[in-house]
T-cell receptor, first 114, second 113 residues
Framework: AQSVTQPDIHITVSEGASLELRCNYSYGATPYLFWYVQSPGQGLQLLLKYFSGDTLVQGIKGFEAEFKRSQSSFNLRKPSVHWSDAAEYFCAVGAGQAGTALIFGKGTTLSVSS | DAMVIQNPRYQVTQFGKPVTLSCSQTLNHNVMYWYQQKSSQAPKLLFHYYDKDFNNEADTPDNFQSRRPNTSFCFLDIRSPGLGDAAMYLC????????????FGPGTRLTVT
């Protein structure tokens, strides 16, 4: 069965420091992979997505993610974190019919310290 | 701006009293989804519409129903809310099934008293 694991429940990063959020997936075929961000009380915003091609994908707000098939990973990175990046981050894999169903990880809460 | 709109943002209902949550979109997307997100958990897909074709997830309780009268609107009906149905309900859309990612509304937080 498809699944997504985000090993880190909560991460604290100093403002200006680099960030890496981990995501591992289990999926039989080539996956559709996504990162979403959710601010408190808000819906989810799509940060970036991977379907095929270049394994390093660029997203909004200065985020990027790298697909590594050998490690079944799709880690999210940002070179310099801003206080406004504090939020919940969800990794998801598109499953089911043409990737219709999004299977989400449990999320990682990012706190940014000054 | 094209967007996904959910009304109301906060809804309080009584145990067992039917409630309807609303979602509208100006993106003209073919697919609309409803997710349930309980506190500190990941969103869980309840069902989706591909145009007028309704697709229910296998483990979605019968208590949850949905209607899509036209391309722009989709409703989530909870026939007899229980305390365990208190959650954030997220509506999302996508142009076609799967591949392009989904665009989420701000959600409706449902409280059951």
């Amino acid at each position: 069965a498809q699944s997504v694991t985000q090993p880190d429940i909560h991460i604290t990063v100093s403002e200006g420091a680099s960030l890496e959020l981990r995501c591992n997936y289990s999926y039989g075929a080539t996956p559709y992979l996504f990162w979403y961000v959710q601010s408190p009380g808000q819906g989810l915003q799509l940060l970036l997505k991977y379907f095929s091609g270049d394994t390093l994908v660029q997203g909004i707000k200065g985020f990027e993610a790298e697909f590594k098939r050998s490690q079944s990973s799709f880690n999210l990175r940002k070179p310099s974190v801003h206080w406004s990046d504090a939020a919940e981050y969800f990794c998801a894999v598109g499953a089911g019919q043409a990737g219709t169903a999004l299977i989400f990880g449990k999320g990682t809460t990012l706190s940014v310290s000054s | 701006d094209a967007m996904v709109i959910q009304n109301p943002r906060y809804q309080v209902t009584q145990f067992g009293k039917p409630v309807t949550l609303s979602c509208s979109q100006t993106l003209n997307h073919n697919v609309m989804y409803w997710y349930q997100q309980k506190s500190s958990q990941a969103p869980k897909l309840l069902f989706h519409y591909y145009d007028k074709d309704f697709n229910n997830e296998a483990d979605t309780p019968d208590n949850f129903q949905s209607r899509r009268p036209n391309t722009s609107f989709c409703f989530l009906d909870i026939r007899s809310p229980g305390l365990g149905d208190a959650a954030m309900y997220l509506c999302a859309t996508s142009p076609e099934r799967g591949s392009l990612g989904q665009y989420f509304g701000p959600g409706t937080r449902l409280t059951v008293t």
